[in-house]
Structures are given as structure tokens and as C-alpha cells.
């Protein structure tokens, strides 16, 4: 999955190297959260990120700067050292606060590690609590089956299997044997679909910025008779007259981004998204994603009209209108 | 013009843009113990375009050292190739975190060497030295900052090339406050003033040196997880300097940031 994946995605592939995705709330036993003073900026927290997730028994951590805390998530009760969490803040440059610990018990079979794996499923159809107990007794009667969470919100769920003896398709059957469902294995990897589709949306909105200055702002100028104007533009940025002399490649690759970007920004499962980080942060991530696909389009319309457009458009009109 | 020119190259360099910070001016940020940062930023002014690649490391949470080498691109007059290297040091000597905010000053100093060739135009020839003061408040929603630093000019020849104060302030805004993994945008505007002393040749003053010149400048910093991309233009406002000396230029500024993992 994870191939192809990269695949898709290999223009972007050194900023994939360098940006991580964010951890899901899979299976934990222990829930540490640390109140950490300063957290203001995400570029910021990257470091603290890195020191806390060497910690030994970190498992996943997630940052929730809007909240002030960081939450550790360890396979075992005790493993995460407070004194070392408050030392790591503080070497990343922040002021640790309060440390807040929570246990949640799974069955034994999770504490065993190698003979146990967490799937995750996409679930459509769910309407209700009662669904969710309809699937989470359906699922738990399968043997083998150790541990189900169904979750509504996200319509999800991380079924505990024993390796070997439980598969996907399995738990797919029995949902969808109970005749309104809709399941399939979760197609993403932490947060790398939503970092993706960031990803892609950016660049997109990158270069169509660029043909916007490139090729569309100096006709524009020029259609309202500002030639001189256009003179100093070019001379103030010289450099913008070998970007516009390839401007059909520029127009071509900025066309196909915006094509892939509002694939994954307006696809039916878009807000798979939302699956991984939840709640408002990702609603409001939704709301700039669309705002930059939607801005990146009507940027490269906006060029495309002073590119090609308007020549033709004032040639028409010439020759209609006013001979 | 050549003194104009390196004036404005190494305003250019003492010019910290770490992370969240102004863009022309000071901010007090650190990249924390042991962390660091690459930075590559591409320059124009009058003189063309320079790209200067930094490296950023972390001593302390509060102590960071910075060494930014420039590689001058060819104009008339000028090669291709790499100028004065610049080493920088800041220290954070006031902190006060708060849920979602934080408020800093940090002292800065730095040395900058005459390694560019000075007979292609890519170097001062001169060792030069740097003092400042900075000033930072960050919150999710704003930020403000403030500094002040000093360059003491050293001596080549004959001539003595006046020293430069810089102040500046500046204001931010995000304008949404997104989550960790998520884009985030954050815009800026500087104010800028610059008091260039009076150069002296074999004791006495140049006429056509020296003076005070504003400027504000608009910028964006645009981050997503440990990737930062930084835009500014520094457009001049006010100009008095002394003589007949050319009027400020508007500069332009584009930077990316990566911070890189913890060595330990």
C-alpha cells in the first residue's frame, strides 16, 4: 500500500522524507499527557515532537497545540519516565507542566505484541449507537477476534486480531453479512493521506501563483493599457521572462497538480482525513484545503483568461465590434 | 557603491530568519538543545541575486549558533561565487512560557569573516562584528517583536566605513489557528530603520556616506510540519542620507527552512 502510495506520490517524495504524518490513537495501554507551556507555533513543536518520541516506551504521540499538551501513548504501564519527559520539553525549549497519566485495559492477548495485530476498517452505513454495537457484537463473536472499537464519528473501526487466524477480509464478510454495511481496509498510513492531499494542494496553489505572475499579471496589465508598467515589472523581476517563455510546460504541469489535487480534495472519501486527526483541527483543515484547491483554481483560471484568453477575446472584438 | 553594496550584503546577513521570526530584522528564537536547522535563502537587491545557506544549532534550549555562507550569483562587474562567512551566536536570557504564548529577549553576536575574494567583488575584506537585542512575544494568534543591533565596521585601507544601527518591529498574525500537522500560514509586517554612519578616509569624512533610511515590509511565513517557506519584499519609505548617494532599493526576500531531528 505504502508503494503505491509513493508511487503516486514520488514528485513530492523529498517532502515526504522530511515531513512526518501524524500518529493515530491506535491501541495504547497507557495515556500520558503533558501540559506544556509556550506551545504556540507548529513549526516550533517539531522539535519537541523528535525528543519525545525517542522516550523510551513512546509507542505514538500526538501535539495538540490549540489545547497546550502532548500526549504519549506507551504499550506499558509505567515504561514513559516523567522526569525524562519534563527534561526533553525543557531541552526542546518549552516549560513542562502538569503530567497527567490514564490506563486503559486491553485484553491479555495485547501485551504479547507478536501475536497480535490491530486492523483497520472504514465502515459506511452507520447511522447510530445501535449500529455500533450491532458490528462491535458481530466482530467479537469471530474467534480470534480480541479487541473491537468501533468508532461512529470517524465511521471506523481497530479490530485486536490473533495473527494467523483472523484476516480483513473476515471481518469485512461479517459486517457486511449484516446487510447495511459497507466495509474496507482503511487505505492510508497514519496521517500520510492528509498530508498528501496538503501537499499536492500547495504546490498547486505554488505554481499556480507562478503563472500567475509569470504569464497572466503583465497581460493583464498590458490589456489596461499599462505597457509601461510591464516594462518595470519585468525589469524589477528579470527573471520572470524565462519562466513565461515556457509557460505552456508551466500551465501544463500546474493543470495536471490542480487535477490530482482536486482528485483527493473532492473524492467521496475525502474526509478520511478527518479519521485520523479528528474534531475541529480537522474541520477546519478541510476548510483550508478546499480554500487553497479552490484559490489554486482560480488563480490558474485567472492565467489561463490572460494567457490564451484575452488576445484571441480583443482580436474578436476588433473585428466585430468596432471595424 | 561597493561599500553600498556590502553594507547591504551583510544587513542581509546579520539578518537572523530563523522560524517565527521577522524576516529583515531580530527575533530571540532558539531551535532547542542539541536540534538544528538547514536554511537556504535567495536574495535580490540592486546588486543581484545572492543565495546564503545556513546551518542553525542548538547548544542549549536557549543558546543557538548560526554559520551562513553566501554564494553571490554573477551581475556585471562581479563572479559567480561564494562571499564573507558569517558566524552567529544568540542567547534566549529571558523566557516566560504561558498556555499558548511565550515572551523572550535574547542578546546577539556575531563575526563576520573576510573569506569571499575581495578582488571579484564577493567579499569586504574586513573582519566586522555585530551586537544585539531582541525582543519576541508569540501567541496562537500574534506576534510582535522588536530589536536592535549594532555593526561595527572594521577598517580596510585607508577607508573606515561608518558603523550601522538597525531597529525594527514588527507585527504577525495567524489567522487560523490550525493543529500540529496542519498548514500554517502567518503574516507579518516589519518596520524598518537603518542609521549608517559617515565613512572616514585617512581621517577625514566622505560627503556622500552615511544617513537614515525607513522601510516596511510585508512578508509571509508559510509552514507545514518541520518545513518553513518564508517570502518578504522590503519596500524603502523614507530616505535622508547624506550627499548624493543612491535612494534605497526594494529587496526581496525568499527562504526555506527545514528543521531537522535532534542529534541526541
Redesign the interface.
Known amino acids: 500500500m505504502i508503494k503505491t502510495l509513493t508511487k503516486r506520490t514520488l514528485f513530492f517524495l523529498p517532502f515526504l522524507i522530511l515531513v512526518n504524518g501524524q500518529p493515530a490513537e491506535n491501541s495504547w495501554k497507557e495515556k500520558v499527557t503533558v501540559r506544556v507551556d509556550g506551545l504556540a507555533c507548529p513549526f516550533c513543536a517539531y522539535g519537541l515532537e523528535k525528543k519525545l518520541e525517542r522516550l523510551n516506551g513512546v509507542e505514538d504521540l500526538i501535539i495538540k497545540i490549540n489545547e497546550g499538551v502532548v500526549i504519549l501513548y506507551s504499550d506499558e504501564k509505567g515504561k514513559i519516565d516523567e522526569k525524562l519527559i519534563r527534561q526533553k520539553v525543557k531541552e526542546a525549549g518549552f516549560t513542562p507542566r502538569e503530567v497527567e497519566r490514564e490506563t486503559m485495559e486491553l485484553s491479555g492477548a495485547r501485551s504479547n505484541g507478536d501475536d497480535v495485530k490491530t486492523i483497520h476498517l472504514s465502515i459506511d452505513g452507520m447511522k447510530c449507537e445501535f449500529c455500533v454495537l450491532n458490528i462491535e457484537t458481530a466482530l467479537k463473536n469471530i474467534e480470534g477476534v480480541d479487541e473491537v472499537i468501533v468508532n461512529l464519528e470517524n465511521n471506523s473501526a481497530e479490530v485486536l486480531v490473533k495473527k494467523g487466524i483472523v484476516r480483513a477480509d473476515t471481518l469485512i464478510e461479517v459486517i457486511e453479512g449484516l446487510g447495511k454495511f459497507k466495509a474496507r481496509v482503511k487505505k492510508y498510513k497514519k496521517g500520510i493521506d492528509f498530508m498528501k492531499q496538503n501537499i499536492v494542494n500547495f504546490f498547486a496553489l505554488f505554481t499556480s501563483t507562478g503563472i500567475l505572475l509569470c504569464c497572466a499579471l503583465p497581460a493583464a496589465i498590458a490589456a489596461i493599457a499599462g505597457g509601461a508598467a510591464v516594462g518595470t515589472f519585468l525589469t524589477t523581476f528579470p527573471w520572470l521572462i524565462p519562466i513565461s517563455q515556457h509557460k505552456g510546460w508551466i500551465f501544463l504541469v500546474s493543470g495536471i497538480l490542480i487535477g490530482f489535487s482536486g482528485f483527493l480534495t473532492l473524492r467521496p472519501h475525502g474526509k478520511i482525513a478527518c479519521s485520523v486527526t479528528g474534531g475541529k483541527g480537522c474541520e477546519d483543515t478541510g476548510r483550508l484545503t478546499k480554500f487553497m484547491f479552490w484559490g489554486a483554481v482560480a488563480v490558474y483560471g485567472t492565467g489561463v483568461f490572460f494567457s490564451y484568453g484575452i488576445v484571441p477575446i480583443l482580436r474578436l472584438l476588433d473585428k466585430y465590434m468596432f471595424t | 557603491m561597493k561599500n553600498a553594496f556590502f553594507i547591504l550584503l551583510f544587513t542581509f546577513l546579520i539578518g537572523n530568519v530563523f522560524?517565527?521570526e521577522p524576516l529583515f530584522g531580530l527575533g530571540p528564537?532558539?531551535?532547542?538543545?542539541?536540534?538544528w536547522a538547514l536554511e537556504s535563502e535567495i536574495e535580490r537587491d540592486d546588486d543581484g541575486w545572492t543565495n546564503h545557506y545556513e546551518i542553525i544549532y542548538?547548544i542549549t534550549?536557549?543558546i543557538a549558533i548560526t554559520a551562513a555562507l553566501p554564494y553571490l550569483f554573477s551581475v556585471e562587474g562581479r563572479k559567480g561565487g561564494v562571499g564573507d562567512l558569517v558566524i552567529r551566536g544568540k542567547y534566549r536570557f529571558i523566557?516566560r512560557?504561558?498556555?499558548?504564548?511565550?515572551n523572550a529577549f535574547a542578546l546577539h553576536g556575531g563575526i563576520k569573516l573576510s573569506t569571499g575574494d575581495q578582488s571579484e567583488n564577493r567579499g569586504s575584506g574586513t573582519t566586522d562584528y555585530l551586537i544585539g537585542l531582541s525582543f519576541g512575544h508569540?501567541?496562537?494568534r500574534n506576534y510582535a517583536f522588536a530589536g536592535i543591533r549594532y555593526k561595527i565596521n572594521g577598517i580596510i585601507g585607508d577607508l573606515n566605513r561608518g558603523d550601522i544601527l538597525h531597529i525594527n518591529a514588527a507585527y504577525g498574525i495567524r489567522p487560523?489557528?490550525?493543529?500540529?500537522?496542519?498548514?500554517?500560514p502567518v503574516f507579518l509586517v516589519e518596520i524598518l530603520g537603518q542609521f549608517k554612519g559617515r565613512n572616514y578616509r585617512e581621517g577625514n569624512p566622505e560627503l556622500n556616506s552615511g544617513g537614515i533610511s525607513l522601510g516596511i515590509a510585508p512578508g509571509i511565513l508559510f509552514?507545514?510540519?518541520?518545513?518553513?517557506l518564508k517570502a518578504g519584499v522590503k519596500i524603502p519609505i523614507f530616505d535622508k542620507l547624506n550627499g548624493s548617494q543612491p535612494a534605497s532599493v526594494?529587496e526581496f526576500v525568499f527562504a526555506v527552512d527545514?528543521?531537522m531531528?535532534?542529534f541526541k
Open positions: 522560524a517565527h528564537h532558539t531551535v532547542g538543545q542539541y536540534a542548538g534550549p536557549d523566557r512560557d504561558a498556555p499558548g504564548a511565550s508569540e501567541s496562537r487560523w489557528q490550525l493543529e500540529y500537522a496542519d498548514p500554517d509552514s507545514y510540519r518541520n518545513v518553513m526594494r527545514v528543521h531531528p535532534p
